[in-house]
């Protein structure tokens, strides 16, 4: 039943899709012919005009299907043969000169004119309409998903625990920031590593903005056994400078983990007395009001992270602002 | 003992790329890359050693599920 629900909604998402790839078929198919259009009529227009440029060489309407068939490179090389030919020079020139002004040419150049102004602001209307209807497209997606993950309710909850100078930290010392939250233990021998420096890359390109808020990155260890303050300590030096990990007892780091549904298992012990543990890998993201907002995986790019939150951002700040 | 820090884990990385690479190169054998073995034994905590090992295993395995395909195993039909 929950499975019928998705495959409906994806379904949905697959005819939106469909429709905006026709659109943008559409107008890249205008676009294109327009532009061979533009520039078979500007040789046509030329072909008027006694310099001997491409146009003269062959009948004017077998140049207006070579260049509609060729587009861009055909144009091109009529415009490089164009600025290669010498303006002949004397009474010749004169003579050329007043042929060209004949009023048939003159009528076809405004009306080249409109045509071509026609041309190009139908084209930017198109594009810009079609730009404007992806960022609602993006907006509505962003909303939808904020929407499921609310009823999700993630995080409601409060944890305390030691930061990795000592001090303790509950979630209201984190109230009033962003904060992209990670679950992992010091002894990760790939996973937490990658994960954390992903983290401190969005951290630093979000800092880049000074229009943005800075984002606390926090680091939550599932291993309390071994990741005490000083582990911790060590740990953390190696990525962002902001970045603040978190220890505690055991039972204080499972009712953290539990907030979130971490899923976190200590596997069996070696004789080293070493061990991994298997947990989920997802970076959390939460609001200043304390909501759990959105989460991100290991197949999400460092900059499709910054732009969610930038959109995250954008929509927290116009919700709050007073209408 | 004490958690690698970043020089330790970029060294243990590095082992285990060349013995992959290694790996790679002579089809798996691994007795052509017994000193690649090695460095990456020596350089890597055994749970490290224990965890790319399988992780390279499921890597190749991904791998030719990506190429050659599967076929879906028989489970129950759900009425949709």
């Given amino acids: ?323 | 003992m004490a958690a690698p820090n970043s020089a330790q884990r970029k060294a243990c990385w590095d082992a285990r790329d060349q013995l992959w690479q290694c790996l790679d190169d002579n089809n798996d054998k691994i007795q052509s890359c017994q000193k690649f073995q090695g460095d990456f034994e020596a350089n890597c905590p055994a749970q490290w050693v224990k965890y790319f090992t399988k992780r390279r295993d499921f890597l190749k395995y991904k791998d030719k599920m990506q190429r050659e395909g599967f076929t879906p195993a028989e489970g129950p039909q759900v009425n949709s």
């Fill in chain 1, 1 to 323: 039943m929950f499975s019928n629900a998705l495959t409906e909604n994806k379904r949905k998402h697959e005819k939106y899709e469909i429709f905006y790839f026709i659109f943008s078929l559409m107008l890249f198919t205008f676009s294109f012919f327009s532009y061979c259009t533009f520039f078979s009529l500007f040789f046509h227009f030329l072909s008027y005009s006694p310099y001997p440029i491409c146009a003269s060489r062959e009948p004017s309407a077998m140049l207006r299907v070579r260049c509609t068939l060729r587009g861009g490179g055909g144009v091109l090389l009529c415009l490089h043969r164009t600025a290669q030919y010498r303006y002949p020079s004397g009474p010749e020139r004169v003579l050329t000169r007043s042929l060209s002004r004949t009023p048939d040419s003159s009528r076809v150049a405004l009306k080249l004119q409109t045509r071509l102004g026609v041309t190009l602001l139908v084209g930017v209307g198109l594009l810009g309409a079609w730009w404007w209807v992806e960022q609602e497209k993006q907006q509505r997606r962003q909303r939808q998903r904020v929407e499921q993950l609310r009823t999700v309710a993630l995080g409601q909850g409060t944890f305390s625990l030691l930061d990795h100078t000592g001090h303790r930290r509950t979630k209201q010392d984190f109230l009033g920031r962003w904060v992209l939250l990670y679950f992992g233990f010091t002894h990760c021998p790939d996973i937490c590593p990658d994960e954390l420096d992903k983290l401190s890359t969005v951290v630093s390109a979000l800092d880049r903005d000074p229009a943005l808020p800075r984002l606390q990155p926090l680091f939550i260890t599932v291993d309390p056994e071994r990741d005490d303050v000083a582990a911790l300590a060590r740990y953390v030096r190696d990525f962002h400078p902001r970045l603040v990990g978190l220890t505690g007892t055991p039972e204080e780091v499972r009712h953290a983990g539990r907030d979130f549904r971490v899923y976190a298992s200590a596997g069996p012990k070696d004789e080293d007395g070493d061990y991994m543990v298997d947990h989920s890998v997802l970076l959390y993201l939460v609001s200043p009001d304390g909501l759990f907002l959105d989460y991100y995986n290991r197949t999400k790019s460092p900059e499709q992270i910054a732009d969610s939150i930038r959109n995250h951002i954008r929509n927290h700040r116009n919700k709050s602002r007073p209408v």
